[in-house]
């Protein structure tokens, strides 16, 4: 059982670039989510899931985009990277019912010159 | 914005017993209380949570107040490896989606 594992775990972009960030739970969970944490700072939900096939928006979701096709993964993806978006990506995982625990992915740090 | 106050930093040492309080002032009838811990380079990790008078697992104890406009987490004897960020947190849905919203959180640092 891994959990939530995150692919990759660093990336170097140049502005402009593309790249997809990839989230994998292997706990059957419906509820998915992504954050992103700058130093310092707290976490700060970009997007979310809440089963297969569905998105919406969180708190900073300009820059990104979302697809859950599957229920075990989650990507996220950066149509054109910018500087702003250099920072620490988490993803997270929560069962739709009884247990309110979000588990953590190891996260990615991503930088972008 | 967050719904919780807490401290910015705290110190300690190996052995004495920690307590962190927070501030959720304007909590709802339904919400319950939250604290991770987050190491360096780590996702946060759940710690304990509670919805009213104390709860206790094999880490910590959280003790919430009738009126429950505050929270306390306790670290009892403390290690080095106790050093990181706590955040306590009061999400929105219980059962369903989660919203989140992180503050600053307290940065604990224990001293030998």
């Known amino acids: 059982n891994a959990g939530v594992t995150q692919t990759p775990k660093f990336r170097v972009l140049k502005t402009g670039q593309s790249m997809t960030l990839l989230c994998a739970q292997d706990?059957?969970?419906?509820?998915m989510y992504w954050y992103r944490q700058d130093p310092g700072m707290g976490l700060r939900l970009i997007h979310y899931?809440?089963?297969?096939?569905?998105?919406a928006k969180g708190e900073v979701p300009d820059g990104y985009n979302v697809s859950r096709l599957k229920k075990q993964n989650f990507l996220l993806g950066l149509e054109s990277a910018a500087p702003s978006q250099t920072s620490v990506y988490f993803c997270?995982?929560?069962?739709?019912?009884?247990?309110?625990?979000?588990?953590f992915g190891p996260g990615t740090r991503l930088t972008v010159t | 914005l967050a719904k919780t106050t807490q401290p910015i930093s705290m110190d300690s040492y190996e052995g004495q017993e920690v307590n962190i309080t927070c501030s959720h002032n304007n909590i709802a009838t339904n919400d319950y209380i939250t604290w991770y811990q987050q190491f360096p380079s780590q996702g946060p990790r759940f710690i304990i949570q509670?919805?009213?008078t104390k709860v206790t697992n094999e880490v910590a104890s959280l003790f919430i107040p009738a009126d429950r406009k505050s929270s306390t987490l306790s670290l009892p004897r403390v290690s080095l490896s106790d050093t990181a960020v706590y955040y306590c947190?009061?999400?929105?849905?219980?059962?369903?989606?989660?919203?989140?919203?992180f503050g600053t959180g307290t940065r604990l640092l224990v001293s030998p």
């Open positions: 899931s809440v089963g297969e096939g569905t998105t």
């Open positions: 997270a995982s929560h069962p739709s019912q009884g247990a309110s625990e979000q588990y």
């Open positions: 706990m059957n969970h419906e509820y």
């Open positions: 947190l009061v999400p929105v849905g219980n059962t369903g989606f989660q919203k989140l919203v």
């Open positions: 509670g919805y009213k």
